[in-house]
């Protein structure tokens, strides 16, 4: 029930309306609350970021092999998969690291998970996936992180039990501890508080959508004593008496619903789990002191901070060993946490750690990522190709510089050309498309075109026909492309479509003379 403001009702932070408001928004929008560009994905959803967690995922693959356990297959489970280009970007790039090393490694199986059925009916139809499926290497699941203890695999028909796998879990989670019901505590002079919440929503709320309502919530907070966390009996006990210790007039977002899933997980495998995570959450205490009450970051949805703190501490507690970076993050946070025995003796999965986020990861390519939006204009085309090589071909990269490489073109030289033609194939083979408006198969064929790679512009030409409607400049490329390829038929029929729809069109009426 929503309450206006001639009414308050204060609630624990974890049971406020707003996360019934956004289960009911992911679950009314589906797949289209990627496709609207409500929900943000690009940061946590790029090749740079896939190909990162591939090369860790590919040294877990070592690391099981080398201990003697290739036999039994490693299941993976992404939480909260979303659009799915994570989970396509990371089979991609872990079938070809895969393909190049030639090496004997367990087998894997890639589980996408979240809690919308429109999701998982809309992965089950994606082109870009059902290759995957037939490989057997990919199986969806619907899973509700606040209570499910199974995972039931929808192509395969099989359920996965506590105890059933006899390799360590390996766990995804982007976006995903910051977007579920969390505590919020507040800790000063050595004790305690729990800090409620009562929503104020404008009169009209109950006509709004659910996005609307999460937008236009006034939070108020409210606190009492809540000495129950410091009991013997509560779970999370000593993450809570470190805070006492050392934090005064703090707010913090404690992860017990996150907590309780990771622990979920875990007993599914007889050996432990892996988690790969990335989120706006801090793993430093001291980025916890003096924090304020939180603000609801609103995108269709709400996100919140993420704890990687309390998660690393209560695992680490266990037996866990985590890894963060060791300079502070910009925009993303990317951690790798082993619960497994002996941790440290995953070198290889470390070592991926090492290489591939804390050296140079996710959130400094981002960074350069905001540097290159500013200064794509002034950038020479030798300068876009290296950028566009260092973020694995993102087809996000080519849309934007589409125009501005036209214009770079004309003093190109050879190298670059043929560099650029290299680019283009390899963007294809790793593009997911989520029903963009964009037409980036006719900008593949306009510079294919431009570069007189006439064969190959005609096939992007036809990828852009198939899906998008037909204009008289895209069949007028078409027939040149054909004609310039020999293939005078068809020349003749997209010159004869181009007249048409243009009776005037200069160039299609030069042609069809041929």
């Known amino acids: ?61 070592q690391d099981r092999a080398r201990l003697g356990h290739s036999a039994e297959p490693v299941t993976i489970v992404e939480l909260g998969a979303g659009s799915g280009r994570l989970a396509h970007h990371v ?27 429109k999701n998982i009916t809309y992965w089950q139809q994606h082109p870009s996936l059902q290759p995957f499926v037939l490989q057997g290497v990919l199986d969806f699941a619907r899973f509700d992180a606040a209570q499910d203890t199974e995972l039931h695999l929808t ?4 359920t996965i039990r506590p105890a059933d796998l006899k390799q360590p879990l390996l766990v995804i989670a982007n976006y995903f501890f910051d977007s579920i019901p969390q505590e919020l505590l507040y800790v000063d002079e050595g004790k305690i508080y729990e800090s409620r919440v009562s929503l104020q929503f404008p009169d009209e709320a109950d006509a709004s959508t659910a996005s609307e309502m999460l937008e236009k919530a006034v939070p108020e907070y409210h606190y009492r004593r809540a000495a129950e966390y410091e009991q013997e009996s509560y779970p999370y006990r000593d993450v809570i008496e470190l805070y006492k210790n ?50 609801l970051i609103h995108h269709g949805s709400f996100s919140l901070t993420a704890n990687y703190h309390a998660i690393q501490h209560v695992f680490g507690q266990k037996g866990a060993l985590s890894c963060f970076t060791g300079h502070h993050y910009k925009n993303l946070n990317v951690g790798c946490m082993l619960m497994l025995h002996s941790p440290a003796g995953y070198v290889n999965t470390r070592l991926a750690y090492r290489r591939f986020v804390d050296r140079f990861g996710p959130d400094d390519f981002f960074s350069m990522k905001l540097w290159f939006d500013e200064h794509l204009e002034q950038m020479a085309l030798s300068q876009i190709l290296a950028f566009w090589r260092l973020s694995r071909y993102d087809a996000q990269l080519l849309i934007q510089s589409f125009k501005h490489i036209i214009l770079l073109l004309e003093d190109g030289g050879e190298e670059e050309m043929d560099d650029l033609c290299q680019g283009i194939h390899a963007m294809w083979t790793g ?10 198969a006719r900008d593949c064929g306009v510079l294919l075109f431009q570069l007189e790679q006439y064969e190959d512009a005609r096939v992007f030409f036809e990828r852009s026909l198939s899906a998008y409607e037909a204009t008289a400049d895209l069949l007028y490329q078409l027939a040149i492309c054909c004609y310039e390829t020999g293939s005078e038929a068809a020349a003749s029929d997209y010159t004869n479509r181009v007249l048409a729809l243009e009776p005037e069109h200069e160039g299609a009426l030069a042609l ?3």
Not at 431 to 440: L, P
């Open 246 to 295: 050392k934090l005064e007039d703090s707010h913090i977002l404690f992860p017990a619903i996150g907590l309780d899933c990771l622990e979920r997980l875990e007993r599914l495998s007889q050996e432990g789990f892996v988690l790969l995570t990335a989120d706006k959450g801090d793993h430093r205490i001291e980025n916890w002191e003096f924090a304020e009450p939180p603000k």
């Open 155 to 158: 192509q395969s028909g099989v």
């Open 91 to 117: 089979l991609k790039e872990l079938g070809e690291l895969n393909d190049y090393a030639g090496m004997a490694l367990p087998p894997f199986r890639y589980v996408m998970s979240d809690l919308p059925v």
């Open 1 to 61: 029930m929503i309450h206006t403001n001639n009414e308050q009702h204060i609630y624990r932070f974890s049971e406020a309306p707003i996360w019934e408001l956004q289960r009911e928004y992911f679950e009314e929008q589906g797949i289209k609350a990627w496709q609207s560009g409500e929900v943000p994905q690009y940061i946590t959803n790029n090749p740079v970021i896939a190909g990162a967690y591939a090369e860790m995922i590919f040294g877990f693959l």
């Open 512 to 514: 069809s003379r041929f």
């Open 431 to 440: 593009y997911y498309k989520v029903d963009e408006k964009h037409d980036i």
